[in-house]
Nanobody
Framework: QVRLVESGGGLVQPGGSLRLSCAASGFTFSIYDMRWYRQVPGKEREFLARISDTGDSTNYAGSVRGRFTISRDNAKNTVYLQMNSLKSGATAVYYC?????????WGQGTQVTVSS
């Protein structure tokens, strides 16, 4: 079955950087777009970024454009989210996501805390 495992979260100071990873298995990774979202308790999950199956096309939410970069390595079945210039408002659980033939799959998430 589809499995997504996020990692790389942690505590970072405002202005710092983190790189999240999402290891995928159970489906043909290289033919699906991948997405990153985040969620703060009590709020709706927020779209952050999307990358096409080949990695040639990316889209970003306005709130992170220019600071976050999504990328993928199809040989490793992994998608990444490089996050720079982190703000305190970025504290959330970060999730990767894939829609495999109408089945929406999510990982367990990784906590990112931005605090001094």
């Amino acid at each position: 079955q589809v499995r997504l495992v996020e990692s790389g979260g942690g505590l970072v100071q405002p202005g710092g950087s983190l790189r999240l990873s999402c290891a995928a298995s159970g489906f043909t990774f290289s033919i699906y777009d991948m997405r990153w979202y985040r969620q703060v308790p009590g709020k709706e999950r927020e779209f952050l970024a999307r990358i096409s199956d080949t990695g040639d096309s990316t889209n970003y939410a306005g709130s992170v454009r220019g600071r976050f970069t999504i990328s993928r390595d199809n040989a490793k079945n992994t998608v990444y989210l490089q996050m720079n210039s982190l703000k305190s408002g970025a504290t959330a659980v970060y999730y990767c996501n894939v829609d495999v033939s109408g089945n929406d799959a999510w990982g367990q998430g990784t906590q990112v805390t931005v605090s001094s």
